[in-house]
């Protein structure tokens, strides 16, 4: 064989690798996402917004542990009110996290929430959720975020206690450059 004809075989083995692995990183979100539905890992929370009002279901007792999960590079202080709320399926429980912005700065969090065991995830409903917007504190500053949710009537008898944490990260590098593009595209 050619030197010629080796390179061309090669360019096209570079290349057609090139595109094999442009094709499985663009179908890797969707392939997780199905991956995660059939094994339950994950507990992603789909269910928000307003929920019909029923009846609670007094003869079931569901265990909510409410967890805030420190990011090394968040510096805020955050946690829940109450760690643990006690809550029959159907019931309409309030409670709230709290955050300070320790900081000699403005920032911009956005909480990521999360559910175990994963199979629970598609039982909790939030109606009212800080996770929904973005949160921005002064330096210096404090704020209770509201938390709204109920507990499906349909959760299966045997799970008897759920944890619902959430991760708070530091989104002020991403908003500050968003907001310098938007002020030069206004001149």
Known sequence: MSPQ??????VRRLVLGCVLMFGFGFALVPLYDVFCEVTGLNGKITNTGPVAA?????????????????????????????????????????????ATNPTGRR??????????????ARYLHKVNCFCFEQQVLQSGESVEMPLLFVVDKNLPEHIRSLTLSYTLFDISPAISSTEQVEKEQSL
């Open 107 to 120: 920032m911009v969090a956005q909480a990521i929430p999360s559910v175990a065991p994963a199979e629970a």
């Open 5 to 10: 004809a080796a390179n061309r075989r090669l």
């Open 54 to 98: 029923s009846e609670a279901d007094t003869s079931r007792e569901i265990r909510v542990r409410l967890i805030a999960v420190h990011n090394e590079a968040m510096p805020w202080k955050f946690g829940p009110q109450q760690n643990l709320i006690l809550t029959h399926p159907g019931e309409m429980k309030q409670t709230a996290f709290m």
